[in-house]
């Protein structure tokens, strides 16, 4: 740094582009791609959801043996194969809140909105490019999941289900949706609470400690109200079987992704009033 | 070109930036003076539409900073507090401000090499030091080649080169044609750069002028007297708007009077002189003077006001 101190003329620039969407989706793309955080936890949910199949095939498959008939009917192939959805999500919520709470913490905000003063094309860019990455990046995994751990139990002759049987390939490439929704569900939080902290608190509260609380409630009311809720409607993508106390895997999955808008719409409407 | 007019925010009960109006000119240097808390800041987050004013308005450019097609080729801004991520490098920051403009990784390799950071430049920027930070923001806001440049506090941090360096950026820019408008709460840095000042006390413009005029209106010229008759030349120097101190024996500071009459009456009087010299206040002075006079000026306020009630 000993050669700067001279006076040296700015460089013109000849041609200056205007902020379109496009642009603005390519630069959330590398501040997305250049954070050691966010490889971290897409490595993580990616392993999670392949690997925890595996883990759950390998162990029943090897203690079928000695398992009750009782216990035998409660295994069900899918709920192995997609096992590691139920953990990879918090790395994806993790990651949908950071998203934007990364750059409230750090003050990159400030940048961000400076170069895009109107604000709402960066909050579409981070969403439509941090959804279109999850689900790219899962489709692979829940398909490998699927196919490994029906290949570990078939050497046992058990639990098996092929992917043309109906519903099963709508479920597990349902596990991938189900990722990017809760990615998306969990970005608008972030940009609600600007926090991280609170982002993934609020979003633990909504998804894993609601849904428990509510069997206090007397069961007729749980019944009608539970189906509803973001984290049981955004199931049923990956659920094979229904009953009348769930949705159908297009209406859960419709009321879920009616959940996502509505918490990016208020974030919206909170991005452009709010003070930086 | 900077227009603001009555611009006012409150943070709750707090008011951060009072009925402040003033235009920032193309081709100077705009000082913009304050303590720190004076609202500057503030000011400046307000130029760029990161806060909402609670009255007036300012534009850059004839438009209001949002409506601009590509803001960062109409205001390069480093603001004092840091605005970037730090788990990420220099160059990934510089890229994706870059992108949001179609502007091509040439240019971030030009701005890196401009302040210098090139052997830094794929480090986390959450490993940088204070001054290195800076210049990431000062490379940052050259980024759009933009016709104003607005820099809080840019020479925090930095390093004697570093602020010689910035000396010397602001005067290029200023000479490019461009608006350059540049707050600090150091005076001294302001009188080698500002051709220009704006100062500013809780919120409120004191003094819109020249530097030049700042310090002689601020200050009245002060003559320094070494007399070994100090008391006898004293008793001449008597009038309505001249007042005499006397910081050591035979020494005399006037205020009121030129060097030119005081050495004639001293003459006429059969005076002896050591010394005569006049003396120009200090930037830091005449910025004393003048927010002393503000805030008398807001306690007297009060106390009318309670006197009212």
């Given amino acids: 740094m000993s050669t700067v101190s001279q006076a040296q003329p700015i460089p013109r620039l000849p041609h200056t582009g205007r902020v379109t ?14 954070l050691r955080s966010t490889l971290w936890s897409l490595f993580a949910a990616v392993l999670l959801t392949i690997l925890l199949p595996v883990l759950f095939a390998a162990i029943t498959s090897s203690h079928w043996g000695s398992m009750s008939p009782h216990d035998r009917a409660d295994r069900h192939p899918l709920d192995i194969a997609l096992a590691g959805v139920n953990v990879s999500q918090l790395a994806i919520a993790v990651l949908g809140v950071l998203v934007i709470t990364g750059e409230y913490s750090t003050g990159m905000i400030r940048a961000s909105f400076t ?8 909050l579409w860019a981070k969403t439509g490019v941090f959804a279109l990455v999850t689900l790219l990046l899962l489709i692979p995994p829940v ?5 490994a ?18 519903g099963v390939a709508r479920s597990v490439l349902g596990g991938a949706l189900y990722l990017m929704l809760v990615g998306i569900f969990a970005l608008g939080i972030g940009a609600i609470v600007r926090n991280t902290a609170g982002g993934i608190a609020t979003f633990a509260g909504i998804f894993f400690v609601i849904p428990p609380l509510m069997n206090i409630l007397p069961s007729n009311w749980n019944d009608a109200i539970s189906k509803y809720l973001p984290s049981e409607a955004g199931r049923q993508l990956f659920s094979l079987t229904h009953d009348s106390n769930s949705l159908s895997p297009t209406a859960g999955g419709l009321l879920f992704a009616g959940y996502c808008a509505l918490a990016i719409a208020i974030a919206a409407v909170l991005l452009v009033r709010r003070d930086t | 070109m900077i227009v603001a007019e009555s611009l006012t925010k409150n943070y709750g009960d707090q008011r951060a930036v009072d009925d402040l109006s003033f235009t ?26 990161l806060d909402a004013p609670t009255g007036g308005d300012v534009t850059v450019n004839g438009k209001h900073y949002r409506d601009h097609a590509a803001p960062l080729h109409e205001v390069g801004a480093l603001l004092e507090a840091r605005s970037v991520h730090t788990g990420r490098s220099a160059y990934n920051h510089l890229l994706a401000l870059a992108q949001t403009h179609g502007i091509g990784r040439q240019r971030v390799d030009e701005m890196i090499d401009l302040v210098g950071l090139h052997d830094v430049a794929k480090k986390r920027v959450g490993k940088f030091s204070l001054g290195m930070g800076q210049r990431l923001g000062i490379a940052a806001a050259m980024l759009g080649d933009p016709s104003t440049v607005m820099l809080d506090e840019p020479v925090n941090g930095l390093d004697p ?9 602001l005067r290029g820019l200023a000479a490019d044609g461009r608006t350059v408008f540049v707050s600090s709460h150091l005076m001294s840095e302001m009188s080698l750069t500002a051709d220009h000042l704006i100062v500013i006390g809780k919120g409120r413009k004191i003094a819109d002028m020249s530097t030049q005029d700042f310090i002689k209106q601020a200050s009245g010229t002060v003559v320094l007297v070494r007399t070994p008759q100090a008391a006898e030349l004293e008793a001449l120097l008597s009038g309505p708007d001249i007042t005499v101190t006397s910081a050591s024996p035979g020494l005399l500071e006037v205020r009121g009077l030129t060097a030119q009459q005081i050495g004639e009456l001293a003459a006429a009087n059969g005076i002896v002189l050591h010394e005569l010299t006049p003396q120009q206040a200090s930037l830091e002075e005449a910025f004393m003077t003048l927010t002393r006079d503000d805030l008398e000026f807001k306690a007297a306020d009060l106390e009318s006001e309670e006197a009212v009630a």
Avoid: C
Wanted: charged fraction near 15%; proline fraction near 6%; hydrophobic fraction near 45%.
């Fill in chain 1, 21 to 34: 969407q496009l642009r603005v989706a390519v630069s959330e793309w590398t501040k997305l791609r250049s």
């Fill in chain 1, 115 to 122: 170069a895009v003063p109107k604000r709402l094309p960066v």
């Fill in chain 1, 143 to 147: 398909l490998i999941a699927f196919f």
């Fill in chain 1, 149 to 166: 751990s029906q290949a570990i139990l078939s050497r046992h002759n058990i639990l098996q289900i092929s992917f043309s049987h109906p």
């Fill in chain 2, 24 to 49: 920032v000119r193309p081709g100077v240097v705009t000082g913009f003076l304050g303590p720190n808390g004076s609202g500057k800041s503030t000011t400046m987050r307000l130029i760029l539409e």
């Fill in chain 2, 161 to 169: 080169e570093g602020i010689l360096w910035v000396r010397h950026l």
